[in-house]
Each structure stands twice: as C-alpha cells, then as structure tokens.
C-alpha cells in the first residue's frame, strides 16, 4: 500500500525562513528528502512521496523563492549556501541528524553543495540531471557546445526574464516542458499544467534569482562568471555513497557533464537512460522509484 500524501504543511527555521512542504510517511521513519529544481515546485515528486512513504518519513520542500515558501526580494538571499543551511534547519526542524536526499536540477546543484559541506548529514545521495559544480564550471568556461547548451541561462539572469516568463498565460514556461518546443510532453497533461500554472502565479523571480546569484552561467563580455572563479578542485570532494540518474536525451545538460565525476566523488555510480530528457522524473516514474529503491537497499 503506498502512503498518502499531506500538502499543505509549513517549517519555520531557526533563521527565519518559512518553508512549505509536503511529505508521506510517519515522522520517526527514517528521513528521505526530495530536492526540486527550476521551474517546479515539491509536486515534481508527487510519484516519489507516497512509494517511499510506505517505509521512509519521505518529505519534499518548496525551495525558498518557490511556491508556498518564503520569496525574499534581496538577491543575495538565493547563494547557495543559504538554500543549504534552509536544507539543514528543515531536517533539524522536523527532529533529525541526517537524511537520505533526493535531487534534481538546481535542487541537485544545491545538494551537491550540501554533501562537500555538511557530509555528515547526508546518509546517501541521489542526484537526477544536476552536474557537479567543479565539473559544470570547468564545462561553462571552457566548452564551446555546454556554452551554447547553457545560454539560456544568461537569458533567465537579464532584467524582467519572469516577466517574459509569465507572458501569454506562461507560454514559454509551458515550452521547457514540452520537449523545448519539439513535441507535447505526455506527462504534462491538462491538470498538471493546472497545477504548475497556480504555482507560477504565485511568483517567478525567486526561482529565476536562483540564475542571477550564481556565478555559473557562460561568460560574457559585461560578466565573465566562472572565468573570474579560481578554486582548488580539492575543496570540491563528495565524502557521501552517491548514485547520479543522468537522462541522456538532455538538452541543457550533456552526458559530457559527467566525464571526471570519478575524480571528485569516491563512491558514485552511473544510471544512465539513453531516452531520458531532463524531465526523466516524470516520463519514467516507476523506473525512477526502481533505481532509489536499489540504491537503498545496497
């Protein structure tokens, strides 16, 4: 029997921050966390929640800018670091010392951050789609193809992008789901689009804030974003038993973002689904739930 799942529940941190969050599960089973990325919300895991709720306390925030949570206006307030200090206040808040995470896209870039720093909170790791941050700065500033590939990203960091976003009832937002324009997504059906579209009305500068205060993104002449960077590959080790998910059929992020992750994660693993877009959670649920139950059960 799969569990079911409770929405409409709210964290307040011990730094201020409001986190909504929904979850499956009873509290005091052992706590898995689901990390959503750009531009969704924690209903990307709605197929997740309530398989592990069945035998994991399994919890999926709306990341702060996103949703029902907090929206702070200060651009500063979206670094990296204080989305993972809300990450670990969220799992003290809710009574524990470590979770197992689970994360996509910019939900993976954070958790990434997240392992290097706070180790001894992350049991295990899962990453979906999300490259390593050494490894994707390294790609921005040097790789003509990840350039192109990541070009949009400088478009989303530009002055009103959400404006451009939210246009004609969210035609563009609607276009990264549907195959970047190249054919109907089936999961992105009548009352899924319903459900994101009540999200993006709530706001979209929080999670395009999430582009603007990240100095990875390609270089232009006006910001030279990861050339200015000068960092020690050594500072960028992943302590935590990591398993990557890795759509191949990815647009954005080429399987070439996985070439030396050997070199940063000691104990990592490859799933690699040649059809697979960056939309992998949701055209292949079931598979997804197969390859983190495997991974538990290791």
């Known amino acids: 029997m799969t569990a ?6 709210f964290a ?3 730094n201020g921050t409001r986190l909504h969050y929904a979850s499956a599960g009873e509290q005091g089973q052992p706590l898995i966390l689901f990390v959503h990325g750009f531009p969704e919300f924690w209903y990307e895991w709605a197929a997740q929640l309530p398989e592990f709720g069945r035998d994991y306390f399994a919890v999926a925030p709306d990341l702060r800018g996103f949703n029902l949570s907090d929206m702070p206006a200060d651009l500063s307030a979206y670094k990296a670091k204080h989305i993972v200090d809300d990450l670990r ?10 979770a197992i995470v689970v994360a996509h896209d910019w939900g993976g870039a954070v958790c990434w951050n997240m392992a290097i720093a706070l180790p001894a909170m992350i049991e295990k790791l899962i990453i979906i789609n999300s490259p ?10 040097n790789d003509p193809a990840q ?12 002055t009103d992008s959400e404006i451009a976003l939210a246009k004609d009832d969210f035609a563009l937002m609607d276009g990264f789901f549907n195959g ?3 054919a109907q997504a089936k999961w992105f059906d009548q009352a899924t689009r319903g459900r994101y ?7 979209l500068s929080g999670g395009v804030n999430y582009y603007r205060a990240s100095p990875l993104h390609p270089p232009t002449a006006e910001n030279q974003g990861p050339l200015q960077l000068h960092l020690n590959p050594d500072d960028f080790k992943v302590n935590v038993p990591t398993r990557i998910i890795w759509g191949e059929n990815d647009k954005a992020l080429p399987k070439t973002l996985l070439n030396g992750i050997e070199d940063f994660v000691a104990d990592v693993r490859i799933e690699r689904i040649a059809e697979g877009s960056h939309w ?8 997804i739930n197969q390859l983190i139950r495997q991974f538990l059960a290791e």
């Open 147 to 158: 350039k192109a590939a990541s070009e949009y990203m400088n478009w989303l960091r530009a």
């Open 12 to 14: 307040t941190l011990d």
């Open 132 to 141: 390593h941050p050494y490894l994707f700065m390294q790609a921005l500033a």
């Open 197 to 203: 579209h009540d999200c993006w009305r709530k706001g």
């Open 89 to 98: 206040l969220l799992i003290q808040h809710l009574g524990y010392q470590k």
């Open 180 to 182: 970047m324009g190249q």
């Open 280 to 287: 992998l959670i949701h055209e292949q649920p079931e598979r």
């Open 4 to 9: 079911t799942i409770k929405a409409n529940q």
